[in-house]
Structure formats: structure tokens, C-alpha cells
């Protein structure tokens, strides 16, 4: 059988898509992380934490935006729905700049795993995406759970929706195609190690994971897929920005490298010629193959 999926266009080893998580949180709610070093107590409003998670909006997504577009590197961001109602100018400049914007849930704390009955996770989901295309026109095509939450039904009602891919995916290193009753989905691995990993330490240490992890793929494996993924709320912030274009520029100057966005990722598990490309396919069998010669 040909492996079409044998290497990346152009002859690349490593694709590597930037991922940016664009994200808000209902009113009066915050993330259950920030910078203070010192938690409320239980039941106490946390205005701080609230407002330091609009940083996002209000300057991290313009901030890695303009590095993006500064270095010609296309990013797939990840955004909640009620971002349209409170940053809809920094949603709008995503599209207008040629990045992938996919739906990331309507917010931080509405999860589909929250959801009493499959009627309430398919309302989820259109409210999501209706939430972004009806701003920017833009097509969604992807999703991606917050905190990877994802339900057992989720793969059918996002192709009810009129998805083609998502990102929730923890389990393979290559985009792999799922069938559904509605129809083939594409499920796009996500990274184990995002920026909120260094939130309280060394912002160096992303620079350090994500560099050695590249030199890792480069040296040995002939095709490869490295997601950066990063939270406009976090690393739009300069202390890691800074991390972050150091690591762009390090993975730049290899020859190897395709930067690419989620949906071409997709595109090219649906015209690839099977549905899975297992690490055990790809390096033991076909090196087996090649022995009994």
C-alpha cells in the first residue's frame, strides 16, 4: 500500500502549529489560577483574579497578533464565544490577519462534561460557534474543549454541527480521522506542556521544553507534529512573550519545519490514505517490511 501520509508538504519533517487559546469566563467568575501567590478563601469573590484574566482581550491577543504577523507565522486560535461580546475588535483583527479562529466553548466555566443532557452540549456547541461567525463571517471549522473536557458524545454533535475537526486529543501524534453517525471528524493532537505549565516558576522553562522536544523530533523521527500552544491571557504578558519568540525564531531556522494551522492539519488527515498513523505503523512495521527483503 503507498503511505501518502509518509511526510508533510513539501518534504517537511516537522509540523509545527502555533496555538493560541483566546479565552473568557462568565460574569463574575475567574480562573482558578493567576498570579497571586496567596488563594481566597472559599466563596469569596476574586476581583483580581477576574481582572487579570481580561489581560487577555485587552492587550495578550494584540500583543502575540503582532508577533505572529511580524515573524509570517500563521496561529490557530482557540475562542470562547462571549469573547465576541467583550473583545469583538481583537476577534475580528484574528480573521482579518489570515489566522484560524475555532470555537473554544462560549466560556472558561461552561464545559460540554457540565452539561445534564445531549441537548444542552449541541446548544453549547452552536452557541459557540454562532457566537464567532456571526461577528466575523469567518467559517469555523474546529474546536477545542476547554481543559480538554470533552464527552463521549461530543465527536458526533460536532460533526452535527458542521465541524471538521477538533483538538481534543491527548492520546496520538498525528491528526487521525473518527467516524460518526453524521460523519468523519478529524481529531488534532494537543501538547502536554502549554505556557500556564511556568505560571508560577521560570518562563525560561517553556523556551527549554518546547527546545528540546524540537531538537528531540528533528534528530529522530522522520515526521513529526509539534503544537505550541500559549493563553493570550498569559503569554501575551511581555515575560513570556518574550519566551515564546525565542522559541519561534530557534524553530525557524530549521528547513524541516511547516508552520501550519490546525485546519490544514485536517486537510491533510481527510486526503491521507488511512485513518490512523500509529507510531507503531510508522517506525516498526514498515521497518519490518523493509528486513524480510
Known sequence: MSNKASTWPNGKKIAVSVTVMFEAWTEGKAPSYSVQASALKSGVADAASQAWATYGGRVGVWRLLRLFNNLGIPATFFTSGRCAELFPEAVKQIVSDGHDLAAHSYAQDVLLTYCSTVDEQRNLIRKSISSLTDLTGHKVTGWGSPGVAFTPEANDLLVEAGLKWHTD???EDLPFRVHTPHGVIVAVPTTD??????????????????????????????QSLLVLVMHAQF??????????EDVLRYVAKSPHVWFTRHDA??????HSDRDLHSYADR???????????
Not at 235 to 244: A, D, N, W
Not at 265 to 270: P, S
Open 235 to 244: 503569554g501575551g504578558r511581555p515575560l513570556v512573550t518574550s519566551v515564546i
Open 193 to 222: 506542556f502549554s505556557d500556564n505549565r511556568v505560571l508560577k516558576s521560570n518562563p525560561r522553562d517553556y523556551y527549554d521544553a518546547q527546545k528540546g522536544t524540537f531538537d528531540y523530533l528533528e534528530r529522530s523521527e522522520d
Open 265 to 270: 492539519l485536517a486537510d491533510w488527515a481527510l
Open 169 to 171: 486529543v491527548t492520546y
Open 283 to 293: 517506525y516498526f512495521k514498515s521497518r519490518a517490511s523493509v528486513a524480510k527483503k
